[in-house]
């Protein structure tokens, strides 16, 4: 059983930059997959960025250039630094956990944490 929680959302203007956290507690960190999601109202869960365990990265082409998505496996943590932040960004940002293969669907991945908002004023 993985936990995880979000940190670092919050409200900033566009143009601006938020790091969001992803803190993890039980089971082997290192083997999991790390996706970050994000929900706005009224929309359906999109993926935003994944990072395996062995370091390789996928970001949604909406996001590409702007966020960067990494991990630090002895803080059993993974980040997403957003700059270049637009009001479209506005959502909850969830992270999510699965084992050996990366995917971007949202119901493959078995554990979630709570979200953390982001909200992006013009």
């Known amino acids: 059983q993985v936990e995880l929680v979000e940190s670092g959302g919050g409200l900033v203007q566009a143009g601006g930059s938020l790091r969001l956290s992803c803190a993890a507690s039980?089971?082997?960190?290192?083997?999991?997959?790390i996706g970050w999601f994000r929900q706005a109202p009224g929309k359906e869960r999109e993926f935003v960025a994944a990072?395996?365990?062995?370091?390789?990265?996928y970001y949604a082409d909406s996001v590409k250039g702007r966020f960067t998505i990494s991990r630090d496996n002895a803080k059993n943590t993974v980040y997403l630094q957003m700059n270049s932040l637009k009001p479209e960004d506005t959502a909850v940002y969830y992270c999510?956990?699965?084992?050996?293969?990366?995917?971007?669907?949202?119901?493959?991945?078995?554990?979630w944490g709570q979200g953390t908002q982001v909200t992006v004023s013009s």
């Open positions: 999510a956990a699965r084992p050996l293969v990366v995917v971007r669907t949202p119901a493959d991945y078995d554990y």
């Open positions: 039980g089971g082997t960190f290192s083997i999991y997959i």
């Open positions: 990072i395996s365990s062995t370091g390789s990265i």
